[in-house]
């Protein structure tokens, strides 16, 4: 009976109790056991990897036209290439996200830099958002002045601001302000602590207010000027409206569709990140975010893609380089 005793041990790798030996493991099993299966890859990581080369390529375009081009230097452009680069960055943080999650194995590090990088590219879009619309307010108000190589200074100043500040948020969750040692610490989205987050929503709030400000106050200032251009010009009654004679509500109603845009992407996140804990369903958490990183794609065509001076150079490059292609068939021909 011992004897069986010894050979079943002996079997299942175990030495003697009284030896006190640790348990030996085949080499072959050991191997088997410690070997990370990827997740099969789904429709949620097909659009992940989809959406984010598209935003990648899309403001990649935006940034290296203004960049490249010397009469874009007014502080308008300044604030788009930031925002576009902003951009930039949120699609390649969800990039890094799909090799994360379906190529290569999750590690604490892994989580850490792409919610580090989607932290500092929202941020930062969301406050070069914000600047686009103070650039709007102050080209109207002060329109005689703003556009001088004072007012790209302090475009210039303020957008390093920005983005040092960004920066300086974004690296919380590396520098130890996360919840992989705590999980009960959580916050709707890993690896954020609900503290860390709280106050990173809350800060969205108020700059989304501010903007809506801003833009009050764009529409405030150009209703009167047009109006007062009405009255001098006797164009109008004193007592009727521009805008209603000369369709200037077309211009309002673009307005009202970047408003429309903007808080509908950034709202529900902001909101939810501050209602939100670790045990409501991941399905809200990605409900929330989807619509804020969403916003980083339709940035571009809202804001770069419509100005005149920008199409129209994209339209030059386009031209130019068809007739290039052209040339080169035509010269193997």
């Not at 079943?8 to 072959?28: C, M, V």
Request: proline share 5%; hydrophobic share 45%.
């Amino acid at each position: 009976h011992k004897e069986k005793e010894s050979t079943t041990s002996e079997d299942l790798g175990w030495d003697s109790e009284s030896s006190g030996a640790e348990p030996i493991i085949p080499s072959d099993q050991l191997g088997r056991s410690s070997a990370y299966e990827l997740p099969p890859l789904t429709v949620w990581g097909v659009a992940l990897c989809v959406s984010g080369t598209l935003i990648a390529t899309e403001n990649a375009i935006v940034v290296t036209t203004i960049l490249a081009t010397s009469s874009l230097r007014a502080p308008v452009f300044l604030l788009l290439a930031s925002l576009g680069m902003a951009d930039l960055l949120a699609g390649v943080a969800l990039i890094l996200h799909f090799l994360f999650m379906f190529c290569v194995e999750p590690s604490d590090w892994s989580e850490l830099l792409t919610s580090g990088l989607l932290v500092t590219s929202l941020t930062a879009s969301l406050c070069s958002l914000m600047g686009v619309a103070l650039d709007r307010y102050l080209s109207l108000s002060h329109a005689l002045t703003y556009g001088s190589g004072q007012s790209r200074r302090r475009a210039a100043i303020l957008l390093l601001l920005v983005w040092l500040g960004a920066c300086m948020i974004g690296a919380g969750p590396a520098m130890g302000w996360h919840c992989l040692e705590d999980p009960n610490s959580c916050s709707v989205a890993r690896p954020l602590t609900r503290t860390y987050l709280s106050l990173l929503c809350g800060g969205f709030l108020v700059v989304v207010m501010v903007t809506l400000q801003l833009y009050a106050g764009i529409c405030r200032v150009a209703r009167r000027h047009a109006h007062a251009i009405a009255t001098q010009r006797h164009f109008l009654p004193s007592n009727q409206s521009y805008a209603s004679k000369h369709g200037s509500g077309r211009g309002f109603s673009r307005l009202i569709l970047v408003l429309s845009v903007f808080v509908g992407c950034w709202m529900p996140f902001s909101l939810w990140g501050l209602l939100g804990d670790a045990s409501s369903p991941p399905l809200y958490t990605y409900a929330t975010l989807v619509p804020a990183a969403g916003s980083s794609l339709l940035n571009p065509i809202l804001y770069s893609l419509r100005h005149k001076d920008i199409l129209h150079l994209l339209e030059c490059l386009q031209s130019n380089m068809f007739y290039n292609v052209e040339s080169i068939f035509c010269t193997r021909c």
